[in-house]
């Protein structure tokens, strides 16, 4: 199974950017990286996903090196909604059309005001 | 609005008495799965099911049981073989085959007493 590693925490100064790395040396070429962030005592949200190329949405930006080995979620302006854990995850499925996810201990991520 | 309830947020449960926790979604997807989470720590799998009455174990399926007998849901009961079933229960769902990501309820917070 894929694995990714992430730091245990980050800090961040509101309004500022955020960059959260994750690293997956053994991904293969069809994973996909996806990011979720869960608040406290909630459910993970969807934050954004990617195959190669970089990718914009509402929430976040995702850069994904040209090796695809590494990762980074990166938070424009971090608010303090934004304080949470960050999961990085590879879709782990085989060709079975099947799939599901290993998720690791995450990022926490606090954000000083 | 279409989404994934979990119900009850939270349950008590005394020790040796099985409890079945409540998963429904309208969001047509195919899939469901049940994971648990520890403090500080990530998701684990429990079960997962890709369609009606049809279901596969997670990581840590022992003390567990479902089924899926309807699209829309997906319960899980936690029997009293399961030593430690203290934790924060998530449901998800997600669309089968798809590199989309998961849709998760809010959780279901048990506490043996």
């Known amino acids: 199974d894929a694995k990714t590693t992430q730091p245990n925490s980050m800090e961040s100064n509101e309004e500022e950017p955020v960059h959260l790395p994750c690293n997956h040396s053994t991904i293969s070429g069809t994973d996909y990286i996806h990011w979720y962030r869960q608040l406290p005592s909630q459910g993970p949200e969807y934050v954004i996903h990617g195959l190669t190329s970089n990718v914009n949405n509402r929430m976040a930006s995702l850069a994904i090196a040209e090796d695809r080995k590494s990762s980074t979620l990166i938070l424009h302006r971090a608010t303090l909604r934004d304080a949470a854990v960050y999961y990085c995850i590879l879709r782990d499925g085989g060709t079975s059309g099947t799939y599901k996810y290993i998720f690791g201990t995450g990022t926490r991520l606090k954000v000083l005001a | 609005d279409g989404g994934i309830t979990q119900s009850p947020k939270y349950l008590f449960r005394k020790e040796g008495q099985n409890v079945t926790l409540s998963c429904e979604q309208n969001l047509n997807h195919d899939a469901m799965y049940w994971y648990r989470q520890d403090p500080g720590q990530g998701l684990r799998l429990i079960y997962y099911?890709?369609?009606?009455?049809?279901?596969q174990k997670g990581d840590i399926a022992e003390g567990y049981s479902v089924s899926r007998e309807k699209k829309e849901s997906f319960p899980l009961t936690v029997t009293s073989a399961q030593k430690n079933p203290t934790a924060f229960y998530l449901c998800?769902?997600?669309?089968?085959?798809?590199?989309?990501?998961?849709?998760f309820g809010s959780g279901t917070r048990l506490t043996v007493v």
């Open positions: 099911s890709q369609i009606v009455n049809d279901f």
């Open positions: 998800a769902s997600s669309i089968a085959g798809s590199y989309y990501g998961y849709t």
